[in-house]
């Protein structure tokens, strides 16, 4: 396979002023850990990005470096031209955490009810959004029980919820469907795509899933592990008018094959050893 | 359609019913099993005392320490009155103090590391050797004694609340830090809140720690006269040989210490009882 190229070509929208610049960004852990080394992106408004590469790759480092939740050993990264995590807008970001990450003492509505809480809106003003957020993942049945009553895809949707509900300009997905059954991953695939388009979002979403990443995003940056870095940045245009016969098409197929080809690339660099 | 669908009403009460009954069996046998067995105890008690003609003054009968809690009823609820005047102040006492420093410690490692030596070895002395300096310095009886209540109850709280304020899980700790959360939404909605399960835990144990601690400084104290805990009637009646009402006294203690018991785990059910581990009933 050829597809190893060192400098990844750039992708995406072209006109789009620039959301997110990663400059040469390194991570190393207290524990020696390099998670990432000279990682260099560019996310332009309205794109929809997925992270896709092996288990231990850094893609949730990179994803918390961006939200401005982890600190950087080296490089620099601005969101909407202000480094990161020091955006006075902070509240536009969404975030799903690999982990539902709900408080176990609050009801669900409350979870979901919490970002706006934070914002200082009272519980009458942010109902009908609690509401809204709760029913488009399904759980609007659900916003008394507490988390310890809900199985493991329901609480990863109602975090889903909680990111959404304050209807962010910049959502980050940590693979927020690898506990859902299929059905309701494609249902909330479309959702999140429906978001997407309406709102003018930019979204990066983490997956291990290619198919997935293929169906919903603008553009995949595919990631190598020892040490975490970009190998790939594939554009996939037309992301904004898909519908879901897109996965009966050839095109969806080729891509998945492109994708996937791209991906097994990384697979040389791991030492399942270490 | 020819899907076949079960009748939720029949299938519900035909699954729920015999669990249903087994729960009630249980909660009604969990009330009655300690009742019987006490009673059979004092029965036994009752009976080994009046069989083998045992002396009241070595080991009363309990229908002889009923008697006498009712004909010193007067003076005994008295010194009752004294003693939990003395442990509900000293558990107060305690939990504001432990949680306010707690809540300091949670805040600045530098203050927690100062202090915390100081902590601990008021809590490693037995309150037995201090109590007399105490009453030394302290002219104030009452003071004293509460003082020493308030040293055996104070650190499971303090130490216990610095812990929990700083167990909340780091990804919503990172959440509220997204959100911008100021220090005061992250104390109220999310250190509060996952302290508390290791609040109440301390408080369960400071609630018995209290009254220990006014009993051992009461008994170290050795006072007499009207305004006494019962300790003291348990000192006096030892001195004067009087068994029976030694026994009440000890009764009384020992319903104090239960109440507490009860009273804290009531408590700590009704604050963590929907959502914590420690007081969920788990199906099976
Ligand atoms: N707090 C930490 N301390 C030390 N090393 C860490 C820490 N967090 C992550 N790492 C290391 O950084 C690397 C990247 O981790 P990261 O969680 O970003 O991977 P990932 O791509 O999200 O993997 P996965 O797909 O399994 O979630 C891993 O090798 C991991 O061991
Ligand atoms: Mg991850």
């Keep these: 396979m050829n597809a190893a190229s060192p400098l990844p070509k750039a992708a995406g929208l072209t006109g789009a002023p620039v959301l997110i610049d ?24 309205g794109e929809f990005v997925s992270f896709l590469g092996p288990s231990g790759c850094g893609k949730s480092t990179a994803l918390k470096m961006i939200s401005g939740l982890l600190s950087f050993s080296s490089g620099s990264i601005t969101v909407n031209g202000h480094p990161a995590g020091e955006s006075p807008h902070g509240s536009d970001i969404g975030y799903v955490f690999q982990e539902a990450t709900l408080m176990p003492w609050a009801t669900v509505f409350e979870n979901v009810f919490l970002p706006l809480k934070l914002q200082g809106l009272g519980k009458g003003e942010a109902k009908a959004r609690v509401e809204e957020a709760l029913s488009m993942v399904g759980l609007a049945n659900f916003a008394r029980s507490y988390p310890r009553e809900l199985s493991g ?12 509900v304050t209807k962010p300009k910049l959502l980050l997905m940590d693979e927020p469907f690898a506990a859902l059954d299929e059905m309701t991953r494609s249902k909330l695939n479309d959702e999140v795509l429906g978001l997407w388009r309406s709102h003018g979002l930019t979204v990066i979403f983490v997956t291990h899933s290619v198919f997935e990443s293929v169906y919903l995003s603008s553009r995949v940056v595919v990631m190598a592990a020892r040490p975490g870095r970009v190998v790939h940045d594939i554009a996939l245009p037309g992301a904004d008018t898909r519908t879901s016969a897109y996965r009966m098409t050839s095109e969806y197929t080729d891509n998945c094959r492109l994708v996937s080809n791209a991906l097994e690339g990384t697979m040389d660099h791991v030492d399942l050893n270490h | ?75 005994l609820m008295q010194s009752a009155a004294f003693t939990v005047k003395l442990t509900l102040l000293s558990l107060g006492l305690a939990i504001i103090g432990g949680v306010l420093l707690g809540m300091l410690f949670a805040l600045s490692r530098t203050v927690e590391m100062c202090l915390f030596p100081f902590a601990v070895i008021l809590q490693v002395t037995p309150i037995i050797a201090i109590a007399p300096l105490i009453l030394i310095y302290v002219s104030n009886t009452f003071f004293a004694l509460l003082i020493c209540a308030w040293i055996v109850a104070f650190f499971p709280i303090l130490s216990n609340t610095a812990i929990g304020l700083r167990s909340a899980d780091h990804n919503l700790r990172d959440m509220f830090r997204l959100y911008q959360a100021t220090p005061w939404q992250r104390l109220r909605h999310l250190l509060i809140p996952s302290a508390l399960p290791y609040f109440m835990a301390a408080l369960k144990i400071a609630g018995g720690l209290s009254l220990i601690g006014a009993v051992v400084a009461e008994f170290v104290a050795g006072t007499a006269g009207q305004n006494t805990g019962l300790a003291s009637r348990i000192l006096e009646s030892s001195f004067r040989n009087e068994i029976p009402r030694m026994f009440a006294a000890l009764f009384l203690v020992s319903v104090l210490g239960v109440g507490i018991f009860l009273v804290t785990s009531w408590l700590s059910h009704l604050v963590l009882g929907h959502w914590h581990e420690s007081e969920i009933k788990r199906e099976t």
């Design chain 1, 153 to 164: 895809g329901m609480k990863m949707r109602a975090s889903i919820a909680r990111a959404m």
């Design chain 1, 22 to 45: 990663m400059k040469d960004v390194s991570k190393r852990f207290a524990n020696g850990t390099v998670a990432l080394r000279g990682m260099s992106l560019q996310i332009r408004n």
């Design chain 2, 1 to 75: 359609m020819s899907i076949s669908t079960i009748d939720p009403a029949v299938a519900e009460s035909e699954i729920l019913d015999p669990r249903i009954l087994l729960e009630r069996r249980e909660r009604r046998l969990r009330v009655i099993m300690p009742i019987v067995s006490i009673l059979a105890v004092l029965g036994l008690w009752e009976f080994l005392v009046w069989y083998n003609e045992v002396p009241h003054y070595l080991i009363p009968a309990p229908s002889l320490i009923a008697k006498t809690l009712v004909q010193d009823w007067s003076s």
